[in-house]
């Protein structure tokens, strides 16, 4: 099986997509306006307590407080309180916690308004992103994520992930870490790092240490709604998370994140170094892996199961629905029961794979085809269970009801991903009323002669839908050849799916996009041109 990560840079940010044997199975919008991601720890500021919430609302700087529930604060908040005045006050002039003294742990069945007070400033971390209408979620549990380890402040304790089972391997793992911990620290031993030797694991330790200290100096100096530390980005925290031995190629679009991946793989993993490639081909690199493609067809309401069915998936303020249908495989197979046991075992695969794909979170509930038998039922669970032990958030599955219904809730962090499929009609605008698609063709010569020859550029390269492109480049004189013989300049024309068919697009030899007339104003000097003729 290989794991391919492939990043577009856009002016917008980056898009990362994830794909296992070429198809795609995550997709993320690394956004350039995101200010608040899952990680960042902010000095927060409590605008209200709320004790029929047990909760307060903090002012981090974004348009909406922020929600810290009392459960989030972690039993060792009381120490974190301390520190943070002390360094803020400059009372405490170094960042290792060798000297602190603790200050006790928090009640677990307090009081918010006994613990806060409105106008308090404390240290907080990003849990959950803003989602809909609500701000982000927060805790004052600090923990900064390694790649192989967790380190958490005010504390001594080391615990190893349950994924990993080996005994032997879990007393190694906490031996290690034991004899290479800073004081006052607590570690959490992450699953990939099962096997890694001491000096892997030290480096990522270091890594970490260096972080804290970074927040320390930046909460010495520290203002109201600061960030004071901010997680890693979309793709290095991808690349941190999921580097293994299965990835076989990281493909990048842009010379400045190639760099800047390249100095993080550095790091965390020189070995991995040969994996890394700038692409520089002409063909656009989501084009090239069929990522375009793939993203249109998945992201729709409707979605096809391969080997027969479809999904219809529906998303509310509460839930996401995914009803499942056999189509036309129902007329396959002879028997009722082996037809829907058939089709929900590929839909389960599906199912699982648009929850990473959408990065779909809270309460879904899937609607199965009915099974009589409770044996078929079970087999179809064990197929959910199963595919979704790859998935990196939390889950839980219930069993499947009477009804055909299974139930999961899985953790959500970030809105999930929506890719609008459906596309306005290139040619209305969605108006209705379209003027004759032939003329587009008339329109791009009018524009070509226009740029060749009044404005005397060269090197340009046109972006045009596939029909269109194989309408100019096709044939034995082409069109595009009959350019070079009238302008003796030479047109680019290359192929763009996410193009309408009467759109297209003009860039210089920089790649830069050429400002053009409208379409209503180059038709308008077209008509101009055959009256001019016809008089």
């Known amino acids: 099986m290989s794991n391919e990560l492939i990043i577009n840079s856009t002016q917008d940010g980056e898009r990362i997509a994830l794909l296992q044997d070429k198809r795609l199975i995550e997709y993320h919008f690394d956004r350039n306006d995101t200010a608040y991601s899952v990680g960042d720890i902010f000095l927060g500021t409590v605008k209200k307590v709320m004790p029929g919430l047990n909760a307060a609302f903090i002012d981090i700087g974004y348009q909406k407080d922020a929600f810290l529930h009392y459960g989030d604060l972690g039993e060792n908040f009381p120490s974190l309180v301390k520190w943070g005045k002390g360094v803020q006050s400059q009372k405490i002039t170094v960042g290792p916690l060798k000297t602190f003294q603790f200050d006790g742990t928090l009640d677990k069945v307090g009081k918010i308004d006994n613990t806060l007070k409105k106008g308090q400033q404390l240290l907080v971390q990003i849990v959950k992103e803003p989602i809909s209408t609500k701000g982000p979620r927060l805790s004052t549990d600090i923990s900064m994520a390694g790649r192989y380890l967790v380190l958490v402040p005010f504390s001594n304790t080391i615990s190893v992930s349950k994924k990993i089972v080996s005994k032997t391997e879990r007393e190694r793992l906490k031996r290690l870490i034991a004899s290479i911990k800073p004081d006052n620290f607590g570690v959490i031993i992450r699953t990939v790092a099962e096997g890694r030797?001491?000096?892997?694991?030290?480096?990522?330790?270091?890594?970490?240490?260096?972080?804290?200290?970074?927040?320390?100096?930046?909460?010495?100096?520290?203002?109201?709604?600061?960030?004071?530390?901010?997680?890693?980005?979309?793709?290095?925290?991808?690349?941190?998370?999921?580097?293994?031995?299965?990835?076989?190629?990281?493909?990048v679009d842009s010379t400045p994140m190639y760099e800047e991946m390249r100095s993080y793989l550095q790091q965390i993993a020189p070995d991995k170094l040969g994996l890394l490639k700038l692409h520089t081909g002409k063909v656009k690199v989501f084009e090239q892996h069929g990522i375009e493609k793939q993203l249109k067809t998945l992201f729709g309401k409707t979605v096809t199961v391969p080997g027969g069915g479809y999904l219809v998936i529906e998303h509310t303020e509460a839930l996401h629905v995914i009803d499942v249908n056999s189509g036309n495989k129902s007329n396959q197979e002879g028997d009722q029961e082996a037809t829907a046991l058939h089709v929900n075992l590929a839909a389960a695969k599906e199912v699982a794979r648009q929850l990473r794909l959408r990065d779909m979170g809270g309460i879904i509930v899937v609607d199965f085809i009915d099974m009589k038998s409770g044996e078929s039922?079970?087999?179809?669970?064990?197929?959910?269970?199963?595919?979704?032990?790859?998935?990196?958030?939390?889950?839980?599955?219930?069993?499947?009801?009477?009804?055909?219904?299974?139930?999961?809730?899985?953790?959500?962090?970030?809105?999930?991903?929506?890719?609008?499929?459906?596309?306005?009609?290139?040619?209305?605008?969605?108006t209705g009323k379209i003027s004759a698609s032939i003329l587009v063709t008339d329109e791009i010569d009018n524009s070509i002669d226009d740029l060749l020859v009044a404005q005397n550029q060269s090197g340009i390269t046109l972006s045009v839908h596939p029909f269109l492109h194989a309408y100019y480049t096709k044939g034995?004189?082409?069109?595009?050849?009959?350019?070079?013989?009238?302008?003796?300049?030479?047109?680019?024309?290359?192929?763009?799916?996410?193009?309408?068919?009467?759109?297209?697009?003009?860039?210089?030899?920089?790649?830069?996009?050429?400002?053009?007339?409208?379409?209503?104003?180059?038709?308008?000097?077209?008509?101009?041109?055959?009256?001019?003729?016809?008089?």
């Open 197 to 251: 030797e001491v000096a892997e694991l030290d480096k990522d330790m270091q890594s970490m240490v260096s972080k804290w200290e970074t927040l320390f100096q930046n909460l010495r100096t520290g203002k109201p709604n600061d960030k004071v530390l901010g997680e890693l980005g979309r793709t290095s925290s991808m690349l941190r998370d999921m580097l293994n031995e299965s990835f076989d190629a990281i493909t």
């Open 377 to 430: 039922r079970k087999k179809v669970e064990d197929a959910v269970h199963s595919i979704m032990k790859q998935d990196k958030a939390r889950y839980t599955i219930l069993p499947i009801t009477k009804f055909g219904l299974l139930q999961i809730t899985r953790q959500r962090v970030r809105p999930a991903e929506a890719i609008v499929t459906g596309e306005v009609c290139p040619t209305c605008g969605g």
């Open 476 to 535: 034995l004189v082409s069109r595009q050849m009959k350019w070079y013989l009238k302008y003796y300049k030479w047109v680019k024309v290359m192929k763009d799916t996410s193009l309408g068919l009467t759109e297209y697009r003009i860039e210089d030899e920089h790649g830069e996009e050429i400002e053009l007339h409208s379409a209503a104003a180059a038709m308008s000097r077209l008509q101009d041109r055959e009256l001019e003729i016809t008089d």
